[in-house]
């Protein structure tokens, strides 16, 4: 990707007219126009709020505690609505949070759900996993050293985030317009390995043009949503990457926020919403720059509108949706004795952990072996398939699923609907390291790691629900 756009085709592309008499490419290379009996009419409404915290509630992320003074950009929650020819509805939430807890996922879903009637399967909530936005209610607990001031803030945060998610999501519901979907695909190569790159060695690596290692995701998927007249109304689209270009104690919405920012410049009156593909191991790199920050987001705006200047593929019509918790077991769950040993040999964050646990066990609670994960399926059109799975999973479940599924029409969001814990694959699971070792305590479980079969588990319910969208 050179950044360089043919904005002639680009044009021609965007103002293509209706879908009625739009031609498209066959795997012949001939042309033919679009079936008629074929619906290709979606209704689609649109919604944004401003999200930026107004006090002093920390940045969520490296574990540290980091006041914000001042800001680059928003932070955003985006919502997109669709509902299909035969009255199906779904509705995607995209924010620049660090990450959704159980707690504030399902006050979210509830609200929502009590509302405006939207069913669980039919509701995902994303984050951008953005290390630039502020710290949220449950999430990560015990990672920061916070005081109770510190809980106070989050916690009315917590709760003024989510209000504003859940107007976005009636603003969406109750502004449809009438639309056409059409989907896409590029490439942006900056995301890396972590697991099997130094971020200390990638810089001369890349100046030497040494290959780097690891498996990676570079697909960009694109849902370009046009009105009747060809006009661009949203664009949707993904990567696999952690937001952390940025450490500093600025509001930010990372390369994330700058690729959107940039497409909402060069498209008018078009709302651009991002979602985190599989990037639990995958890392921009090098970063830490503010100059790096806008060239990954430069990147990825660049590739968005590279799939928009290509030959779009229309999506039928139609939906289907699923969702369900899987169990995933833990390896070992904490006991009285192990916790006390922590408190007394471990480091600050696992003292503070421990010393929670301990206190859940003295008020009488027992430690469940499990965790209930969310899987969700939507199927647009038959053809076009969103795989959401929670927490900070690896690239091997994104790069799995197109195997299984289908390389161009699969899409997996990794950072869905609640922050679970780093999910590795079997692979990565015996590999262990930070994705795949003893590290899920951080997020709150009362445990170190996953059972050996956490991928098997999730990709066993994954082919469930696709099943079920599939009929």
Not at 353 to 367: E, Q, S, T, V, Y
């Amino acid at each position: 990707m050179n950044g360089q756009i043919n904005r002639r085709k680009f044009i021609t592309a965007v103002t293509t007219a209706s879908a009625a008499t739009l031609m498209i490419k066959n795997n012949t290379s001939s042309f033919f126009p679009l079936r008629p009996q074929v619906s290709y009419d979606w209704q689609i409404g649109i919604g944004r709020r401003v999200i930026t915290p107004k006090t002093a509630v920390w940045l969520a992320g490296y574990g540290t505690q980091r006041v914000a003074y001042g800001k680059i950009h928003d932070l955003y929650a985006k919502v997109l609505a669709l509902k299909s020819a035969d009255g199906r509805q779904v509705v995607m939430a995209t924010t620049d949070n660090q990450g959704m807890s159980k707690t504030v996922y399902e006050q979210i879903f509830q609200k929502v759900h009590r509302r405006y009637g939207v069913e669980r399967a039919d509701f995902m909530l994303t984050f951008s996993h953005n290390h630039s936005g502020p710290c949220l209610e449950d999430d990560l607990v015990d990672y920061y050293p916070s005081d109770e001031q510190q809980r106070k803030l989050v916690h009315e945060y917590s709760e003024w985030m989510g209000d504003q998610v859940v107007e976005a999501v009636g603003e969406a519901l109750e502004n449809p317009q009438p639309a056409q979907l059409f989907h896409g695909k590029s490439t942006c190569t900056f995301a890396v390995n972590r697991r099997d790159n130094s971020e200390e060695e990638v810089p001369a690596m890349i100046a030497a043009g040494k290959p780097l290692k690891g498996a990676v995701d570079h697909d960009v998927p694109v849902l370009a949503i046009k009105n009747k007249s060809g006009n661009l109304l949203a664009v949707l689209f993904g990567y696999a990457c952690h937001p952390t270009t940025l450490s500093i104690t600025t509001w930010s919405g990372d390369y994330p926020g700058f690729a959107q920012r940039n497409l909402e410049a060069s498209l008018a009156g078009t709302a651009a919403l991002f979602f985190n593909a599989c990037g639990g191991d995958q890392n921009p790199l090098p970063r830490r720059t503010v100059a790096l920050c806008e060239k990954y987001g430069s990147m990825l705006s660049d590739a968005v509108l590279e799939a928009l200047s290509q030959p779009l593929k229309p999506v039928p019509s139609s939906l289907g949706s699923a969702f369900r918790y899987v169990d995933l077991e833990y390896e070992e769950v904490a006991t009285r004795d192990k916790l006390q040993h922590v408190v007394r040999e471990g480091g600050e964050l696992q003292a503070r952990w421990a010393g929670r646990m301990l206190a859940k066990l003295d008020a009488g609670d027992r430690f469940a072996h499990a965790w209930p994960y969310p899987v969700q399926t939507w199927m647009l059109g038959n053809e076009l398939l969103f795989i959401a799975i929670g927490g900070e999973a690896v690239v091997d479940y994104s790069i799995r699923f197109k195997k299984e599924f289908n390389q161009q029409t699969t899409w997996v969001c990794g950072y869905a609907n609640e922050m679970a814990a780093y999910i590795p694959s079997r692979r990565v699971w015996e590999e262990g390291g930070y994705e795949g070792g003893p590290h899920i305590d951080e997020y709150g479980h009362p445990a170190w790691r996953w059972a050996g079969d956490v991928e098997d588990r999730i990709a066993g319910t994954v082919q469930k629900l696709v099943k079920e969208v599939k009929k």
